[in-house]
């Protein structure tokens, strides 16, 4: 609750930093402002704006979704939930306010627990208290944290995703496969989850096949579900892999991720040198400490979440991807035993969130 208040404290002074002339048009040319009350619309910025577009009037197909960006590239977890929540309400109070509210309602309630099933997640993982609380609270103080209270899908895909988790980890894999599922759902690399999971449970039996029950078939919900979006959305738009196809618009394509690190095809000036270091640094991280975690399967799955926008050619967004890597965060609070490891990390992941915290709610790009 802090940790959100002093970003909305932060957000609020934000409109005191000066903008550029040519930034100023611009935010005004895309109608980047969505309500006059700051409080709501400093959570509302860029792709904000397709996640709102699909919940006042659904999903709608360009003429050519390789090449004209459409908001079918947007997973559909987390714009129906809000839009099933704004239709309870009497027709009089669906204003763009109160949609602006509910997104921001859905995304912190996720997150909160999120972070609550991550705490119990690392003690049942680690067995030690303190490990739990510093990767809740490096999560927290991440340079991109306030976008779990924005109007995005990070907070329901780290919710599901760490819920997923937790459920194997209690062997409870009906309950893995249905958040499994609903996490295919809301990213497209959601579906991956799948890999992780099988690996636990082939670990939990030891590895011995004939050991295998019909609870196993429980993960199949995660493909099953990604299967029924892509027919529903092929019903819709003649094509079972436009949202999939979509993502070239935003000009992903593919490329090594050594070029995807050093000559991104789309740089920023103050944020993409921020991207290549965390790019190189999670790799290294991941890598080198593999063992340190509780199973393989937590960095597989880390791996599996940073390696694809690798492959892209962009490094657009890709703190933003990171921030749901939740093993990363586990691997870091135990790294963090170290006090000196630990104010290094709770340092500079304050200050940087603080100073893109206003850059955001003044329209400059971030991801």
């Not at 208290?129 to 944290?145: G, H, K, M, Q």
């Not at 039996?205 to 027919?231: C, K, T, V």
């Not at 290549?276 to 599996?304: D, N």
Request: with cysteine.
């Amino acid at each position: 609750m802090a940790s959100r208040l002093m970003l909305l404290t932060v957000g609020w002074l934000g409109q005191y930093v000066p903008l550029n002339e040519k930034l100023e048009t611009e935010i005004l040319a895309r109608g980047w402002i969505f309500s006059a009350n700051r409080l709501l619309d400093v959570w509302v910025r860029w792709d904000s704006g397709w996640y709102l577009s699909i919940i006042n009037n659904g999903y709608q197909a360009s003429t050519n979704i390789e090449m004209l960006q459409s908001n079918l590239a947007f997973f559909p977890l987390y714009p129906l939930t809000v839009r099933f929540l704004i239709s309870l309400l009497p027709s009089a109070l669906r204003t763009t306010d109160m949609t602006l509210f509910m997104g921001a309602l859905v995304s912190n309630v996720c997150c909160l627990t999120a972070l609550m099933l991550l705490y119990r997640l690392g003690v049942a993982a680690s067995a030690d208290d303190t490990i739990a609380r510093r990767t809740v609270l490096y999560l927290l103080v991440f340079p991109y944290s306030f976008i779990l209270s924005c109007l995005y899908a990070e907070s329901i895909f780290l919710l599901f995703s760490v819920a997923a988790f937790y459920a194997a980890q209690q062997q409870k894999w009906g309950l893995a496969g249905v958040c499994g599922g609903l996490l295919a759902l809301s990213r497209p690399l959601g579906v991956l989850i799948l890999i992780p999971l099988v690996w636990q449970y082939a670990e939990l039996h030891q590895w011995r096949w004939r050991q295998i029950r019909g609870s196993a078939a429980f993960l199949l919900l995660i493909p099953a579900s990604l299967l029924a979006y892509l027919g529903w959305v092929g019903l819709m738009t003649g094509d079972f892999l436009a949202p999939i196809k979509a993502q070239a618009a935003w000009g992903r394509n593919f490329a090594f991720p050594w070029m995807t690190i050093f000559a991104s095809n789309s740089q920023t000036p103050y944020l993409t040198p921020v991207e290549q270091i965390f790019a190189l640094l999670s790799l290294y991280l991941i890598i080198r400490f593999w063992r340190r975690l509780p199973s393989s399967s937590y960095p597989i799955y880390a791996l599996l979440l940073i390696l694809p926008p690798l492959f892209t050619g962009s490094l657009t967004s890709f703190l933003r991807f990171l921030l749901v890597v939740f093993p990363a965060f586990m691997l870091l609070a135990i790294l963090g035993k170290r006090p000196f490891i630990h104010r290094t990390i709770v340092g500079s992941f304050c200050f940087l969130q603080i100073l893109l915290m206003i850059f955001w709610s003044q329209g400059y790009w971030l991801g």
